[in-house]
């Protein structure tokens, strides 16, 4: 039975990200745990679970703009999706590691970092108490721009908080095997061709998966509140936030 939990917007934020005026949103599990997912910018977002502090794609200098981890609190589990300069910055992985943080990543990246977990599509695993990491495929489809991001390389995560799941895409089009995911609570599709999706394309994707909450991310200046009026009456809850 899919995860039941409280959707609400929450003002309350650290230092950092209230010097940022970072947007966040937070849920509350059938458990009665807080989840809240703060967005950084672009393809970067900071996900709080019981006690547990998550990152995804960190990346200080290279997208504007610039971002400084340092002022963040050290990671827990750091997941980098593949090795592009918008996902991939060993600074930033640097500023957020302590004794024990665990950074997950497509086999590529773990490479060029000589360290972490590696992950391949399909693979799945226990990272702590309730929490469980599913790579997932994410790639380009489009004739011309398979280049870009090309099948078997590159990793979606699900992950899985107490039951609680939430589904990061990272850079892909719509795939078929979107339609193989089941009981996504919220879901983080990107909106930028010729990169990733078009509007029509995320839409169809939202459609395929049915997540309770989606976020367009990784969007540039590509116009994605047309992916909120594209669902308008799908009882998916589209929530437009600073991922440009």
């Known amino acids: 039975m899919k995860t039941l939990f409280t959707l609400a917007m929450t003002t309350t934020m650290t230092a950092a990200a209230a010097a940022a005026n970072f947007q966040t949103d937070s849920f ?24 547990l502090e998550i990152q995804v794609d960190p990346v200080g200098k290279g997208v504007a703009p610039e971002t400084d981890y340092s002022l963040f ?42 360290s ?23 790639y380009n489809t489009t004739p011309g721009r ?6 078997g390389r590159d990793n979606g995560y699900v992950l899985t908080l107490g039951g609680f799941s939430i ?4 850079d892909t089009e719509d795939i078929p095997e979107m339609s193989l995911l089941r009981d996504i609570d919220v879901a983080f599709l990107p909106c930028n061709q010729p990169y990733t ?3 029509g ?3 169809k994707a939202a459609l395929a998966i049915r997540p309770k909450v989606l976020f367009p991310y990784h969007c540039s200046e590509t116009p ?10 799908e009882e998916i809850d589209v929530r437009i936030r600073d991922y440009r």
């Open 116 to 138: 972490g977990i590696a992950m391949t599509n399909g693979e799945s695993r226990a990272v702590a108490n309730g929490v469980s990491i599913a790579a997932v495929p994410a």
């Open 224 to 233: 994605v509140a047309r992916v909120a009026e594209l669902l308008a009456g």
């Open 146 to 151: 398979e280049k870009f991001h090309p099948k």
């Open 201 to 203: 394309q995320a839409s």
């Open 197 to 199: 999706m078009t509007p």
């Open 167 to 170: 589904y990061i895409a990272g």
């Open 73 to 114: 609190p050290k990671a827990d589990i750091i997941l980098v999706t593949h090795e592009h300069f918008d996902h991939f910055d060993r600074d930033a992985i640097a500023a957020l590691t302590k004794d024990g943080t665990q950074v997950i990543a497509n086999p590529a990246v773990r490479g060029m970092l000589a």
């Open 28 to 51: 509350t599990t059938n458990e009665g745990k807080a989840i809240t997912i703060t967005a950084i910018k672009h393809s970067s977002l900071r996900i709080q679970y019981d006690g």
